[in-house]
């Protein structure tokens, strides 16, 4: 193990990026609750500002996968759809099964320049979480309860409410809800056989409410949904914590692009369109396995450095006074003074963990499970 790679493991190290990202997001919080003073003058002025304070946050994230850990990503694609990146607005329809699949799909969204200004249709819970709900809140996220008569005005009033957004933005939706588990796909393929639809062996059912729902109230602002089938390379399965150690991954994601116009207008056809994707990325998915790569042409898209620079930017300014800070903890001599000091970090250490925690699958929600405990 190289200098380098050892210091990536080390607790301290760990400690300081995580002080970093908490303080530099309580920092741009705060500064999008100012901007708030704005949407009455200029909404998209306040969109804008929006756009690059989540981006100086989320790219710290992208900074860990990209430079940290070094984790390559290739894109299977045609490169007529490349060319469309990061120049069109898009709903994007992401497989959900591993802990960091948000990241890679982050990665690409920096690499094309619509990071800050990606949406998701996220669950309700993450409104809660310190620093990702919040900014999400600042961004117009569209938060759901995933109960479709709870949600149903919510989520069409959000939805319309980005038709006039002026920066291009990829809108995620992970059809299937929740995160693949083997007991939520056996739940999931017997409601499947149950409504004598084809069994899927790598994906949950798509849940088709979401979907057709965006489809319809995006149409006419959204120009394509990109359908990304995401793999890792070797079998692994990546998680956040291994990134923040270092390990290095190899992630491959399939990507075709379909005009909207081709998604049918009517709500039951749509939900068979879905379906059918949802057929086709289950193929795709058992040619990787077998295979090891997916259809198509090959793009490494090359990482850029702005995400690096703002993370450096983020460490000079707040860890040069946190140094000079301990330091004076430490020379004061008082043992109380000290063990506050300690108890901090042990609370803060806390802290950062139960951020990672959210992405962690076996801490996912319960969501997926219901139908099997009632029938327990």
Not at 7 to 26: A, E, I, N, P
Not at 122 to 149: N, Q
Request: hydrophobic share 45%; glycine share 6%; net charge positive.
């Amino acid at each position: 193990m190289g200098l380098l790679a050892f210091l990536k493991t080390q607790f301290v190290l760990h400690l300081l990026v995580g002080f970093v990202f908490v303080v530099s997001g309580l920092v741009i919080n705060f500064v999008q609750l100012c901007t708030l003073a704005l949407w009455p003058v200029s909404k998209q002025l306040y969109r804008r500002l929006n756009c690059r304070l989540a981006y100086s946050l989320w790219s710290q994230l992208v900074m860990l996968l990209e430079w940290w850990s070094c984790t390559e990503c290739t894109l299977f694609t045609d490169q007529a759809t490349v060319e469309r990146f990061g120049k069109e607005h898009a709903v994007i329809i992401l497989n959900h099964n591993f802990e960091i699949d948000f990241l890679c799909g982050w990665t690409m969204c920096e690499r094309y320049g619509v990071l800050g200004s990606s949406k998701v249709l996220a669950k309700k819970e993450l409104l809660y979480v310190p620093l990702i709900g919040w900014t999400w809140y600042f961004l117009e996220i569209v938060f759901c309860k995933r109960k479709w008569e709870e949600d149903r005005d919510t989520v069409i009033k959000g939805l319309r409410r980005l038709s006039d957004y002026p920066e291009y933005m990829w809108f995620l939706l992970y059809c299937e809800g929740t995160r693949f588990t083997e007991t939520k796909h056996r739940v999931s393929m017997e409601v499947a056989a149950a409504k004598g639809l084809p069994v899927l062996k790598y994906h949950l059912l798509p849940r088709t409410k979401g979907f057709t729902t965006a489809v319809k109230c995006l149409r006419g602002t959204v120009a394509a949904v990109y359908d990304v089938t995401l793999n890792f390379r070797g079998r692994k399965n990546p998680s956040l914590l291994g990134i923040l150690y270092g390990k290095k991954y190899e992630a491959d994601m399939c990507v075709r692009r379909f005009p909207l116009e081709e998604i049918p207008l009517d709500e039951k056809e749509a939900a068979q369109w879905l379906h059918k994707l949802y057929q086709e990325k289950d193929a795709l998915q058992e040619m990787y396995n077998q295979k090891g790569v997916f259809p198509g042409e090959q793009f490494k898209p090359a990482r850029r450095p702005w995400t690096l620079l703002n993370f450096l930017s983020w460490a000079t300014i707040l860890l040069s006074p946190l140094f000079s800070f301990v330091l004076g903890v430490f020379a004061s001599g008082s043992p109380l003074l000290i063990l506050t000091f300690l108890g901090f970090v042990g609370a803060a250490s806390f802290g950062v963990r139960r951020l990672i925690g959210v992405t962690e699958i076996e801490k996912g929600s319960s969501y997926g499970n219901q139908e099997f405990k009632k029938k327990e």
